[in-house]
């Protein structure tokens, strides 16, 4: 089985040497940047699996970094900042990292955070793979681009169906409409956002409003949910 490789961006050699022997120590690979450009240009290559990113970074900060990446990117990311205000951990979330912790921290639960996080990736993989989705009484069925509810066939069009694959293969986990936009209409979209609104409505009309269900959940300020 290969390595799993995580990139740290971290200026603070004394931190980032601490982390790459403790990453290695547990078997994964390890690539460091001192500052965010260079973190940008490795965080863009296919090997990364996940990222340590510090926020105050010389060059670019890690909230640019991680914007940057998110165009062009679903690699797993981690904040990792020795500020704990509110609003660096709400910006850094709301623009695609995946988790933040606080300097100080327990390396313990770093490496815990770091496993939870690849899991996730697998699975996603895992889900991915299987030609059928289901949840509950609704069935998609990716190699004919059929779904049914309660065996009932629900006719959609192609972007509706690319849509409602993404949200049930991303089940239970809260999306974003950028992130939503970046996998559903790809990264070289450049519309409003409202968009994900609009066909998140015809979904309903279709689905929930059709079988009195609720399926298409709105996390309100945030984005969409599907729950299992």
Same mark, same amino acid.
Request: charged share 35%.
């Given at each position: 089985m290969d390595k799993k490789k995580i990139l740290i961006v971290e200026d603070e050699q004394? /931190?980032?040497?601490? #982390?790459?022997l403790e990453l290695?120590?547990?078997?994964?690979?390890?690539?460091i940047a001192g500052n965010g450009r260079d973190g940008f240009e490795k965080g863009k290559k296919k090997d990364i699996d996940l990222i340590i990113l510090d926020l105050m970074l010389p060059g670019l900060s890690g909230i640019e970094v991680c914007r940057r990446l998110r165009h062009i990117s679903d690699v797993p990311i981690i904040m990792l900042t020795a500020k704990d205000d509110i609003s660096d951990k709400i910006t850094g979330l709301d623009i695609?990292?995946?988790?933040y912790m606080t300097k100080p921290f327990a390396v313990e639960e770093l490496?815990?955070? /770091?496993?939870?996080? #690849?899991k996730r990736v697998q699975n996603n993989k895992e889900k991915q793979s299987l030609p059928v989705l289901q949840i509950g009484k609704l069935v998609l069925s990716k190699n004919d681009y059929k779904v049914e509810y309660d065996s009932e066939n629900i006719e959609l069009t192609k972007k509706e169906f690319e849509l409602l694959k993404f949200m049930m293969?991303?089940?239970n986990i809260?999306?974003?409409r950028d992130k939503i936009l970046d996998n559903v209409?790809?990264?070289?979209y450049f519309g409003d956002t409202n968009i994900v609104d609009v066909y998140i409505s015809y979904l309903r009309s279709k689905i929930d409003q059709k079988y009195n269900v609720n399926i298409i959940e709105t996390v309100r300020g945030v984005g969409y949910i599907i729950r299992n």
């Amino acid at each position: 089985m290969d390595k799993k490789k995580i990139l740290i961006v971290e200026d603070e050699q004394k /931190i980032a040497r601490f #982390l790459e022997l403790e990453l290695q120590y547990e078997g994964y690979r390890v690539d460091i940047a001192g500052n965010g450009r260079d973190g940008f240009e490795k965080g863009k290559k296919k090997d990364i699996d996940l990222i340590i990113l510090d926020l105050m970074l010389p060059g670019l900060s890690g909230i640019e970094v991680c914007r940057r990446l998110r165009h062009i990117s679903d690699v797993p990311i981690i904040m990792l900042t020795a500020k704990d205000d509110i609003s660096d951990k709400i910006t850094g979330l709301d623009i695609g990292a995946d988790d933040y912790m606080t300097k100080p921290f327990a390396v313990e639960e770093l490496l815990a955070r /770091i496993r939870v996080l #690849l899991k996730r990736v697998q699975n996603n993989k895992e889900k991915q793979s299987l030609p059928v989705l289901q949840i509950g009484k609704l069935v998609l069925s990716k190699n004919d681009y059929k779904v049914e509810y309660d065996s009932e066939n629900i006719e959609l069009t192609k972007k509706e169906f690319e849509l409602l694959k993404f949200m049930m293969i991303n089940k239970n986990i809260v999306l974003t409409r950028d992130k939503i936009l970046d996998n559903v209409w790809s990264y070289d979209y450049f519309g409003d956002t409202n968009i994900v609104d609009v066909y998140i409505s015809y979904l309903r009309s279709k689905i929930d409003q059709k079988y009195n269900v609720n399926i298409i959940e709105t996390v309100r300020g945030v984005g969409y949910i599907i729950r299992n």
